[in-house]
């Protein structure tokens, strides 16, 4: 296990990545950078939904979701197991930065005019688990986009930065580029351990091998001065 050392290592080393991580980032915030974001982010909508655990049970949901007259409301209340909207009649109120829904889930619902029911029933598997839930969807409303992606800056800032700190390939360059710029030297195999979370075995072997053939090169210029 951890040592007490080599956890407050560790935590430092993870607090100086991060640090290190999110001004990298900050300098991908361009114009480009922003505007792509705005391309493919969506406002926020509100929808109601209602999940189910069996599928037959959801497609008779979706039936009587769909029939004229229907109450949307009461359906999620009376069948869906989401407990944190059940009670509220299934309704939620997101964006397309949110991660409270399902990817499947959220793209259905945007793809839907407001007051409408989705047609079929949405299939989710949870890969943690091996269990697959059922959604019936209906879009309540959905605010209108700005043609103007500079009224969503605050939000499409959130989403680049997010977006390039959860790419492992660019925190792994940033942390290599950091190590070459610094001139710094892995020899410690802690330290190696604490990185190899953010670089490749091969990058960090790169830094030893380096180290190696820097002090080889070192003795050696000393024994040619001597």
Same mark, same amino acid.
């Given at each position: ?8 290592? *560790? ?8 640090? #290190? ?20 982010? &969506? ?10 655990? !069996? ?9 009587? #979701? ?11 209340? !009376? ?13 939620? &109120? ?5 991660? +409270?829904?399902?990817?499947?889930? *959220? ?8 007051? *409408? ?11 943690? &688990? ?29 989403? +680049? ?35 190899? *979370? ?29």
């Amino acid at each position: 296990g951890l040592t007490e050392e080599t956890y407050k290592d *560790q935590i430092r080393t993870n607090k100086l990545v991060e640090y #290190a991580v999110k001004k990298a980032a900050e300098k991908e915030l361009t114009d480009d950078a922003y505007k792509s974001a705005y391309e493919a982010y &969506t406002p926020e909508v509100t929808a109601r939904i209602i999940r189910l655990d !069996d599928e037959t049970k959801a497609k008779e949901v979706l039936a009587s #979701a769909q029939a004229e007259g229907a109450d949307f409301a009461q359906l999620a209340k !009376d069948n869906s197991t989401d407990t944190d909207t059940k009670d509220d009649g299934g309704k939620i &109120t997101f964006d397309s930065s949110s991660t +409270i829904l399902p990817t499947e889930v *959220q793209t259905a619902i945007f793809a839907l005019d407001a007051g *409408q029911v989705g047609a079929s029933v949405i299939s989710v598997l949870d890969t943690s &688990t091996y269990t697959t839930s059922y959604y019936v969807v209906k879009l309540e409303s959905k605010t209108e986009k700005s043609d103007n992606w500079k009224d969503y800056k605050d939000k499409l800032k959130e989403i +680049i930065l997010a977006e390039k700190q959860a790419d492992s390939t660019f925190v792994s360059n940033v942390i290599k580029t950091a190590l070459q710029d610094a001139n710094v030297k892995v020899k410690d195999s802690a330290f190696q351990n604490l990185l190899s *979370q953010y670089i490749t075995t091969e990058e960090s072997s790169s830094s030893t091998e380096s180290s190696t053939e820097s002090s080889s090169s070192t003795t050696e210029s000393s024994s040619s001065g001597e």
